[in-house]
């Protein structure tokens, strides 16, 4: 296997790879992004990998509906992507997710 730049194993052009996280951060659902990879084959056949991070409690059809559309905007943005390979994770508690204490809401047992 081969890639577009032998120095820098995996990855694409700035502007192609920076479209790809563009796409994958911009969809809905997707709560965080782990490794993407891009790989440039013999026939110039364009394989792409990425990790996606939902919540904890993300419906699995909701999961695939997102995978669906990241593919989707990936192939408009990188037009010779074909082999687009996206793992779901369950992704670790934003830093941002811990809410002021003063939103809780205890019921009592009235």
Known sequence: MTDDNPDQSG?????????IRDVIVGTPGVQSVGDVRALRLEDERLIITA????GRSTPVA???????AVRTG???AVPDARDIV????IAAPRVD??????VFVIRGAE
Not at 86 to 89: D, I, S
Not at 97 to 102: G, Q
Request: aromatic fraction near 4%; charged fraction near 25%.
């Open 74 to 76: 990936i192939r408009r």
């Open 97 to 102: 997710a811990n809410p002021p204490t003063d």
């Open 11 to 19: 990855t694409l052009a700035s502007a192609e790879a920076v479209a």
């Open 51 to 54: 990790r996606l991070g939902f």
């Open 86 to 89: 996206l793992e779901p994770e």
């Open 62 to 68: 909701d999961v695939v509906a997102v995978l669906g």
